[in-house]
């Protein structure tokens, strides 16, 4: 078995009680079957107090009940009353693991961590450790997927690696070099259409796994729906009034982030052109979304919707903070934050957004 992770994983620590946002809230949290034949069996007072906690949700699953919006063994000092009493190892496989996030490919492996968990988001954002992490074992697991198109992945991968390696670059000292982030925005984003055009008509063989980003800015911004244009980008961004949100308010903060933001195409290249002064955040947020979304496309094939997802993500929430005008109670941490919690953790919205991306421009 191959694994993977990045330099940082290992850096994360839950805050308990001193967490800002706890993920004990607004989520449905779901108790996989290995942990609620435990909870059948606990004894004592906390093995009663979590069986009164249980439900069972419409479809079927077992979850904690809510009240007022929390769980119901959340403790009033934040922290979860049933590791206070029992332990780490008491609790559920979803509990005891998020924001800690795996991967699976065939005999490959990766984890990364969850930035809808504020403690995981800072640590993306400002972490000095940006490398990637490889190791392997023997264990040898039979994969669930039968029609695993291995090939694809293959590609994929090395794609993945070739662009991480690329952005890496931003990183690195004397990264002034290295051209404007709107630039590879746009680069990023004609790779995922090109890619996409060579999957879709069946010519992955054809794919260039050592494809340049461009540097230049006088790429074509017109070839097609997703390149890097006031229409385009709003028409994307428009996509989040669709999707489904956890808690009240948001959606609010979207639209009016939104109506600033692309009143007008003058409004847009204002904003646009400040990205540079967060390049850092905007590329660790990139490398982000690439490692954990890109080599997906294996499985659905969506790989320009996926690019798109990892561009227009780490664009808008670094557009959404300064939108903000940088107010301290709106950090760029809980800005990243907020917007993983609310948008990403839905896979009908990235479904959603995948689908317009991936769809001819009106």
Known sequence: MLYLKPEYYDEFKCLMGACHDTCCRDWEIVIDDASMKRFLKMPGAIGEKVRQSIRTAADGSNVFAARNKNCALLASDGRCSLQLQAGEDALSDICRSFPRHMEEYD??????????????????????????????????????????????????????????????????????????????????????????????????????????IVTSTETSVDSHPLSLTYENEYRMYKVLYSMEMLRDGYMEKLVAAGDKIFSDEKSWSKYSSQLEEYREPFIRLLRYMILRYMDGASYDYHIMGRMALSVYTSRWVILLFISSDGDPLNSLVQTTHEFFREIIHSDENLALFYDKAESPAP
């Open 107 to 212: 005999s490959e492996r990766e984890y990364t961590i969850d930035p809808a968990c504020e403690e995981a988001a800072r640590i993306i954002l400002t972490t000095s450790k940006n490398k990637i992490i490889t190791w392997e074992d023997d264990l040898i697991e039979e994969s669930d997927y039968d029609d695993f198109d291995y090939f694809l992945y293959s590609t994929l991968n090395m794609l993945r690696e070739n662009l991480l390696d690329r952005t890496y670059r931003y990183l690195e000292s004397g990264a002034d070099s290295v051209p404007e982030v709107s630039v590879l925005s746009n680069s990023l984003l004609s790779l995922g259409k090109t890619w996409q055009d060579q999957i879709d008509s069946d010519r992955v063989f054809e794919i260039d796994t050592s494809a340049e």
